[in-house]
């Protein structure tokens, strides 16, 4: 069979259960992908040693018929989990040549699981930015183009390089994290799908820290079927994460049935925003339409204070970000600046951490030291805080009214240019964030799945939000409006 990057998960599973291919040949298939769309900059270290190896190993447990969920699958792993002797930098020029002695758990429960590494992906340094642009790697770039234009256009970010890949058939899926938005929103940009768990649904041990309290990983996939095969991978409780939930994780592909009759969808007046593009706003009249033929019953429902979520956000984000990115100083491991003589250790550490993090992320160490600093802690992050908590009540209020789930747009557009909004001010970019920051606020998790095109042929996606530890429910939403959307569109090859 030629083109088996092309598959997802769940085709490429069954084909391998039949015999009908092997492992070794996907992954062959990836790698010959990846090397001819270096122009899209998706993978940034590729390890087809490793890649191989792990195929001929689930080739033959195949063969013995001890096959788990992912054996023989071929992804890509987001450069933010920590891989054992494989570069793991988090895109940071400050962990420069970085090989950690140890496996993230999210990434060593799927090579448990029989999945095959095919490399790390771009993205946004340390998980901070929306368009991907923010690397040490430089900008990933999407494999869509509007329709007669040639612009290079973002993938999102911050888990671009996953997103782009998946896009672009170079891997059969890949893992992404999301602190405010950064799997659902480059899933929209790309016309793929993807999931952030409920906050404590999977380890963050091993994942480089942007926010602790808000961060979570997720899969990012051709279709709700592969997260759900993914998730269940990805899942799980860690003794090593405190915050990781002991919580059964149950089968989420067989909970897909597409039956949502009787189901309350809410819609929240708060997201239909002044100015919405019409693209979107059609998006979402569409979508709840698509649900409604399916038996779902329609609520219009508030949720209060979400125009606060935006600036709460990017508070508490760059707060958790100034202390988790003290760790960073050129002492222990990761890049050390030349020194001058006379230079002591407090020159080392000014000098290591100007060259060693980027612009926007000396922007939100600053912003967060600030807003922790003597004298602005009770005006900037306890009344944050305070917001976030208002946030989530809304949330549980609406799920203790009879909603089931929430559906919204996932981004106010479609994907812009590269370079578009960089050297705006940065505010406009944080403004992407708009519909996905309340989730990550609110310990919730989310879904964005593609279901339709803008005017210039672009993906556009809708997001639907679940109750906490109810994925299966929502993936099983998401099924139906993934049934009804019949979103079949891909890029066009160009790279």
Same mark, same amino acid.
């Given at each position: 069979?030629?083109?088996?990057?092309?598959?997802?998960?769940?085709?490429?599973?069954?084909l391998l259960r039949k015999g009908e291919t092997t492992s !070794?040949?996907?992954?062959?298939?990836?790698?010959?992908? $990846?090397?001819?769309?270096?122009?899209?900059? +998706?993978? !940034?270290?590729?390890?087809?040693? $490793?890649?191989?190896?792990? &195929?001929k190993a689930a080739d033959a447990r195949i063969a013995a018929g001890d096959a788990p969920a992912m054996c023989g699958l071929p992804i890509g792993v987001k450069d933010v989990f920590c891989t054992k002797g494989v570069t793991s930098q988090a895109a940071s020029g400050i962990l420069e040549g970085f090989k950690p002695e140890y496996e993230s758990t999210v990434t060593q429960q799927l090579q448990d699981a029989g999945a095959v590494m095919l490399g790390k992906l771009n993205m946004d340094e340390f998980a901070m930015g929306s368009s991907n642009e923010n690397s040490t790697y430089g900008a990933a770039i999407s494999p869509w183009k509007r329709a007669g234009d040639d612009t290079n256009l973002t993938p999102g970010g911050s888990s671009g390089g996953s997103a782009a890949a998946v896009a672009a058939d170079l891997c059969l899926a890949a893992t992404g994290t999301d602190t405010g938005g950064s799997i659902r929103q480059p899933a929209a940009f790309t016309g793929t799908v993807g999931i952030k768990p409920t906050y404590g649904r999977c380890s963050r041990w091993g994942v480089v820290s942007y926010a602790s309290s808000l961060d979570q990983a997720g899969p990012m996939?051709?279709? %709700?079927? /592969? +997260? +759900?095969?993914?998730?269940?991978?990805?899942?799980? @409780? /860690? =003794?090593? #994460?405190?915050?990781?939930?002991?919580?059964?994780? *149950?089968n989420f592909e067989a909970m897909l049935t597409g039956d949502i009759k009787g189901k309350k969808i809410g819609i929240p007046k708060e997201y239909r925003l /002044?100015?919405?593009?019409?693209?979107?706003?059609?998006?979402?009249? #569409?979508?709840?339409a698509m649900?409604? &033929? &399916?038996?779902?019953?329609?609520?219009?429902?508030?949720? *209060? @204070?979400?125009?606060?979520?935006?600036?709460a956000y990017y508070v508490i984000a760059p707060a958790e970000a100034s202390s988790n990115l003290a760790r960073y100083d050129g002492v222990r491991y990761g890049q050390r600046a030349t020194l001058s003589a006379g230079d002591g250790i407090t020159e080392?550490?000014?000098?290591?951490?100007?060259?060693?993090?980027?612009?926007?992320?000396?922007?939100? $160490?600053?912003?967060g030291t600030y807003v922790l600093s003597a004298g602005f802690y009770d005006a900037y992050y306890n009344r944050a805080r305070r917001v976030r908590s208002l946030i989530k009540k809304d949330f549980e209020d609406a799920f203790a009214a009879g909603i089931d789930a929430i559906?919204?747009?996932t981004t106010p557009s479609a994907a812009f240019g590269l370079g578009e909004m960089k050297d705006a001010d940065p505010v406009k970019m944080y403004l992407n964030d708009v519909f996905? %920051?309340?989730?990550?606020? =609110?310990?919730? *998790?989310? !879904? +964005?799945? *593609?279901?339709? %095109? #803008?005017?210039?042929?672009?993906p556009l996606g809708l997001q639907l939000i679940g109750k906490p530890w109810e994925e299966g429910d929502l993936l099983n939403t998401a099924y139906a409006l993934e049934q009804a959307a019949g979103f079949v569109a891909k890029p066009q090859k160009w790279w």
């Amino acid at each position: 069979m030629s083109d088996l990057n092309k598959l997802g998960l769940a085709e490429a599973r069954d084909l391998l259960r039949k015999g009908e291919t092997t492992s !070794v040949e996907l992954t062959e298939s990836c790698l010959k992908a $990846i090397d001819a769309a270096g122009a899209l900059n +998706a993978f !940034v270290t590729k390890t087809p040693e $490793i890649a191989l190896d792990r &195929a001929k190993a689930a080739d033959a447990r195949i063969a013995a018929g001890d096959a788990p969920a992912m054996c023989g699958l071929p992804i890509g792993v987001k450069d933010v989990f920590c891989t054992k002797g494989v570069t793991s930098q988090a895109a940071s020029g400050i962990l420069e040549g970085f090989k950690p002695e140890y496996e993230s758990t999210v990434t060593q429960q799927l090579q448990d699981a029989g999945a095959v590494m095919l490399g790390k992906l771009n993205m946004d340094e340390f998980a901070m930015g929306s368009s991907n642009e923010n690397s040490t790697y430089g900008a990933a770039i999407s494999p869509w183009k509007r329709a007669g234009d040639d612009t290079n256009l973002t993938p999102g970010g911050s888990s671009g390089g996953s997103a782009a890949a998946v896009a672009a058939d170079l891997c059969l899926a890949a893992t992404g994290t999301d602190t405010g938005g950064s799997i659902r929103q480059p899933a929209a940009f790309t016309g793929t799908v993807g999931i952030k768990p409920t906050y404590g649904r999977c380890s963050r041990w091993g994942v480089v820290s942007y926010a602790s309290s808000l961060d979570q990983a997720g899969p990012m996939t051709k279709s %709700v079927r /592969d +997260a +759900a095969i993914m998730l269940e991978a990805m899942c799980g @409780h /860690d =003794a090593k #994460d405190s915050t990781s939930a002991d919580l059964a994780v *149950p089968n989420f592909e067989a909970m897909l049935t597409g039956d949502i009759k009787g189901k309350k969808i809410g819609i929240p007046k708060e997201y239909r925003l /002044d100015g919405m593009p019409e693209d979107i706003a059609k998006l979402w009249d #569409d979508g709840t339409a698509m649900l409604k &033929a &399916a038996g779902a019953e329609i609520v219009d429902i508030s949720l *209060p @204070h979400t125009k606060y979520a935006l600036p709460a956000y990017y508070v508490i984000a760059p707060a958790e970000a100034s202390s988790n990115l003290a760790r960073y100083d050129g002492v222990r491991y990761g890049q050390r600046a030349t020194l001058s003589a006379g230079d002591g250790i407090t020159e080392m550490y000014e000098k290591t951490r100007a060259a060693g993090f980027g612009a926007e992320v000396q922007r939100r $160490i600053m912003v967060g030291t600030y807003v922790l600093s003597a004298g602005f802690y009770d005006a900037y992050y306890n009344r944050a805080r305070r917001v976030r908590s208002l946030i989530k009540k809304d949330f549980e209020d609406a799920f203790a009214a009879g909603i089931d789930a929430i559906l919204a747009p996932t981004t106010p557009s479609a994907a812009f240019g590269l370079g578009e909004m960089k050297d705006a001010d940065p505010v406009k970019m944080y403004l992407n964030d708009v519909f996905t %920051v309340t989730l990550n606020l =609110a310990g919730l *998790p989310g !879904v +964005a799945v *593609p279901t339709g %095109v #803008d005017a210039q042929g672009l993906p556009l996606g809708l997001q639907l939000i679940g109750k906490p530890w109810e994925e299966g429910d929502l993936l099983n939403t998401a099924y139906a409006l993934e049934q009804a959307a019949g979103f079949v569109a891909k890029p066009q090859k160009w790279w």
